[in-house]
C-alpha cells in the first residue's frame, strides 16, 4: 500500500492516454451539447425580441408559442443533465475510476 502522505505524479496521471481520452470524451459531449443548447437558447431569445407576431400566437386558451418555448428552455435543460448522467455513468465514470486507481497504486 502507498504511503498516505505521497501525493500521487499529477503530471504524470495527465500525461497518460487515459487521461487524455477521458478528457477526450468529456469535450465529445459538453461541446456539442453546450452548443446546441445554446443555438436553442439564442433561437428563443431572438424570436421573443424580434418575432412579436410569432410568439405571441395562441396554441390553446391563454397558453402562447413563446410560453411553451420558454418551459421547453427547462425541459431541455433536465433532459440535457439526464443524458450526461447516463453518459457520464456509461463513458467517463469507468475510465475516471481506473485512472483513480492507477494513482493510488502508485
Known amino acids: 500500500m502507498p504511503d498516505e502522505d505521497t501525493e500521487p505524479d499529477w ?12 478528457r477526450r470524451q468529456v469535450r465529445a459531449f459538453v461541446f456539442p451539447m453546450a452548443a446546441l443548447f445554446l443555438g436553442w437558447y439564442l433561437l428563443y431569445v431572438l424570436l421573443a425580441a424580434y418575432a412579436h407576431g410569432f410568439m405571441s400566437v395562441r396554441l390553446w386558451g391563454e397558453v402562447t408559442v413563446g ?24 463513458r467517463l465514470d469507468p475510465l475516471a475510476g481506473r485512472i483513480r486507481a492507477d494513482a493510488e497504486l502508485h
Do not use: D, H, K, N
Open 11 to 22: 503530471t504524470q496521471i495527465q500525461a497518460s492516454p487515459e487521461f487524455t481520452l477521458l
Open 67 to 90: 410560453l411553451v418555448m420558454g418551459l421547453l428552455q427547462f425541459v431541455s435543460t433536465f433532459l440535457i443533465t439526464w443524458l450526461y448522467v447516463r453518459y457520464a455513468a456509461r
